[in-house]
């Protein structure tokens, strides 16, 4: 049904898209050798145009602005890309398998080390140990979105440069996480496929408390070890104060150049321990080690956290706007709804019983005559 994309109309191709999948589709979809083992994500639209062979069609609007004209384009190789995601994977494990082991985060908890050492000691190695922590992940999600790249999957368009972009299912950005100035700007760049799924299916649907909802539905999609809930418990805290500071305070910084410069590096490195701090539980697993490294640091962003909330007045994001003014709409267009439905009711039962008059008055002048 609706193989040949160039041969239907805009309706159709929408037809095509939104239809039920078989059974064959479903499974492939689910099942597929590129990423049964360890993903990334992908919608089922962006699987099913790449099994159709439309990822390389391009679109363009017709002469009335409205019309899609589709041409295809000549399919580009993947080999540099898959090169280059190849190359980090290599650099990834190798600094895994060296720096990693030499910085375990279970040092954090070494009751010689939180003797001894002093607070600066403490900051930093906490930052560097979970820095070391991180290029597992690194490799094995750059190594998954190389394996669909290889199969030809993963190909978004092109640049304004016009060279080939495939970061259509990649999972991380390393840069943009190991630079972010915002706890938002690294949960944007970290497992990004996962953050939009959950973003489609829990974040966008929350009547209340999305953030809160979320981060909770993420960590029991993650596991059932408590260091996860810990985790993700922590970071709503985070999240939420991180939101309000940047809401309250960063547009002091913007003019000039110099101050936001200075603004960037304080967030960054505020961000960095942040982040630190937050994910020591993900790492331990277990709640008791957890802990102590929690009352280790006498749980100081944990009450950060609570007196931001507490003396910084939290903005109305412009999602709960949003999401206030559609639920007005909604209810008005109801009420329209309603008020039409009624009206068009009392005219036809008015129309009826004219016409039942008419009836009866033709009637009796039959019977007259």
Known sequence: M??????LTPSQRGLAVRRMPSLLEYLSYNCNFMGILAGPLC?????????EGRSYHMTQSGEDGKEEIQ???????PNIAVTQKLLVCG??????????????????IDEHF???????????????????????????WTLADAINNAAGFGFRGYDKNGAARWDLISNLRIQQIEMSTSFKMFLDNWNIQTALWLKRVCYERASFSPTIQTFFLSAIWHGVYPGYYLTFLTGVLMTLAARAMRSNIRHYFMEPPQLKLFYD????????????????????????PSFMFYSSWYYCLHIAGILVLLLLPVKKTQRGRNTHEKIQLSRSKKFDEQENSLGQNSFSTTNNVCNQNQEIASRHSSLKQ
């Open 2 to 7: 609706f193989r040949k994309d160039e041969e």
């Open 43 to 51: 919608s089922y639209k962006d699987y099913i145009t790449f099994i």
């Open 71 to 77: 041409y295809e384009k000549t399919e580009p190789s």
């Open 91 to 108: 650099l990834s494990l190798l600094f895994h398998l060296t720096v990693s082991k030499t910085l375990p985060v279970q040092y954090n």
């Open 114 to 140: 939180q003797a001894t050492a002093s607070w600066p000691t403490k900051v930093i190695y906490l930052y560097v140990s979970l820095l070391a922590a991180r290029p597992k992940y690194y490799f094995a």
């Open 265 to 288: 590096v304080i967030t960054w490195i505020v961000t960095q321990i942040a982040i630190s701090y937050t994910v020591v539980p993900f790492v331990l697993l277990s709640i008791k």
